[in-house]
């Protein structure tokens, strides 16, 4: 029954077929036209005087409904433009993500279908998909067939399941002995989520990074000897295919074969980079992430997802399923030849995150998403040789993947807080022309410039205008420090 045929009907809360295509409608058209005039948008929104706003929006339960379109008008016209711009072309901040198109269908889908996909039992054909998306990440990471994966929510949460999953493979209850290995460059998530899996953080080691921002295997071996030394129990060291400051790769293999030796889980935090790993001939600079006993990805970076999927697979995919498996009275029993999301994740009822990356690579074709990919990879190597050539700018790290980072430095700015001032302002004065959004990061006593190029939709065309912008900006900066 719907509102349509009857009087107003309080304890009816669906609408009638008419009344749903208008109001998809209605949210289409918005969308569609939202996505058109982003590139003449702002790269970053306005965030000034956001508080207020934020205070303003305080309301409480509204006991009445309200019609669709008023909702709507001032979230797309008022609220979503006070925001980063994250989907923008020129968006090269942090690590960009995406929010490719299909996957935002799959999700409405996902949602008005409503399926339950926790269990195989429930939805098999629709956890085949899913079993099958993760088949092919585990393929693009040359990973062997004994893998099983995981999406999660994210990088971060793909790491507490990693550790998790370690812990209890090589530590079982003797939590408190066991050590775990992040280089100073380490995204700080790891360290977050060693905690929420029982490691404190008086077992986690940093450990020292070379002139590029790579773990040093060396002063890895000796912390790890040390710690033995102590009587505790060295289980699990993270590698980062692509840190989120500079971009370094980690010496993979040569971590891989410490850990071999060593008896430790290795795990290669692939949040930003590993989906370079998809392009064949990318992969000698992601040397030695194959042979990781697990892998981050994060879908909603490198493969354009948009946010709220990241991604776990366990080389040996029975340590995954003995973290998380489980039955209760009310559940069908657990059966072993179909994945089944339940057993190998944490979650009951879930949304259906495989439907996202299912309906993009099939819709697509993976060779598209390893031209994009290769394409970011370019750009972004282009750029950072010609911003290498403008006066004042040293580069700190070149592009490894797509990410290079930077200082300016001149004999006008004589000291390091000076240096570390112009950067952060030639940052911001790009980011304020609105053309490209750029930030930098404190890296020891320095502050870099960054530029992190993976947004499905930067093309050339950015990267061109973000070269002019930094020589015009840096001249600009240096001109003013100049004349102080
Ligand atoms: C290298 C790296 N690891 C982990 C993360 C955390 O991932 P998420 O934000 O998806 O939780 C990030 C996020 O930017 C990252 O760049």
Same mark, same amino acid.
Request: with cysteine; charged share 25%; proline share 6%.
């Given at each position: ?8 009907? &309080? ?5 009638? +077929? ?7 409608? $209605?949210? =289409? ?17 306005? /965030? ?17 409904? &309200?019609? /669709? $379109? ?14 980063f711009?994250t989907?923008?072309?020129?968006y090269l901040a942090y690590i960009p993500g995406g ?5 935002? /269908? ?17 939805? +098999? ?24 994966? =995981?999406?999660t929510t994210g990088g971060s949460m793909a790491m507490f399941?990693a ?18 290995y992040v280089s100073t460059q380490s995204h700080h998530c790891i360290e977050k989520a060693a ?9 986690v080691?940093e450990i020292d990074v070379d002139?590029h921002y790579r773990m ?10 040390? $710690? ?7 289980? #699990?060291v993270f590698s980062t295919a692509g840190t989120t400051n500079t971009g370094a790769v980690d010496p993979m293999?040569?971590v ?11 795990h290669v935090d692939g949040a930003y980079g590993a989906f370079f790993h ?5 992969? +000698?600079l992601l040397?030695?992430l &194959?042979?990781?006993?697990?892998l981050t990805l994060d879908p909603h970076k490198g493969l354009f997802m948009?946010y709220?999927i990241g991604a776990l697979?366990? *080389? $040996? ?37 495989? /439907? ?17 990919l &290769?394409?970011k990879r370019?750009?972004a190597?282009?750029?950072a ?10 580069m700190d790290a070149e592009p490894q993947l797509s990410l290079f980072a930077f200082h ?15 950067t952060r302002?030639?940052m911001?004065?790009?980011t *304020?022309?609105?053309?490209?959004m750029l930030t930098g990061a404190q890296v020891g006593e320095r502050f870099l410039g960054r530029v992190c190029v993976l947004s499905?939709?930067t093309? *050339?065309?950015? #990267? ?5 912008? #930094? ?14």
């Open positions: 029954m719907s509102h349509s045929e009857h009087p107003f009907d &309080a304890a009816d809360l669906d609408f009638s +077929p008419a009344q749903m295509a208008s109001m998809g409608e $209605d949210v =289409l058209r918005r969308i569609v036209a939202h996505l058109q005039a982003l590139p003449e948008t702002p790269s970053r929104g306005t /965030l000034e005087g956001c508080a207020d706003l934020c205070r303003s929006l305080r309301e409480p339960t509204p006991e009445q409904g &309200a019609e /669709l $379109d008023a909702l709507l008008s001032p979230l797309f016209e008022e609220w979503i433009p006070r925001s711009n989907p923008h072309p020129g929010g490719l198109y299909p996957a935002a /269908l799959a999700d409405f889908i996902s949602a008005t279908t409503n399926r339950y996909t926790g269990i195989w039992d429930a939805a +098999p054909a629709l956890v085949q998909l899913e079993a099958n998306t993760l088949d092919w990440l585990r393929d693009w990471m040359q990973f062997p067939d004994t893998t099983r994966g =995981l999406y399941n550790i998790a999953c370690a812990r209890e493979k090589l530590l079982g209850h003797n939590i408190r002995s066991g050590t775990l905690k929420l899996a029982g490691i404190a953080h008086d077992r080691r002139a040093r295997v060396d002063v890895l071996q000796q912390q790890i000897a040390a $710690d033995r030394a102590a009587g505790l129990k060295p289980f #699990m293999d040569a891989a074969n410490l850990c071999a030796r060593e008896g430790i889980w290795h998809m392009v064949p001939e990318l992969r +000698p040397a030695g &194959a042979r990781a006993d697990s948009p709220g697979l366990v *080389r $040996d995919g029975e340590a995954l399923r003995a973290l998380h498996s489980s039955t209760a009275g009310y559940l069908p029993d657990n059966q072993s030849e179909f994945y089944d999301p339940a057993q190998y994740g944490p979650n009951l009822s879930r949304g259906f995150p495989g /439907l996202r990356v299912w309906l993009s690579v099939k819709l697509l074709g993976a060779a598209r998403f390893r031209a994009a &290769a394409e370019t750009l190597v282009e750029a040789e010609k911003i290498a050539q403008i006066p004042g700018i040293v300016l430095q001149s004999s006008a700015l004589t000291t390091l807080d000076a240096q570390n001032a112009a302002a030639l911001e004065r790009i *304020r022309r609105g053309k490209v499905f939709r093309r *050339r065309e950015e #990267m061109d205008i973000c070269v002019q912008q #930094m020589a015009e900006e840096a001249a600009a900066v240096l001109a003013e420090a100049a004349a102080k």
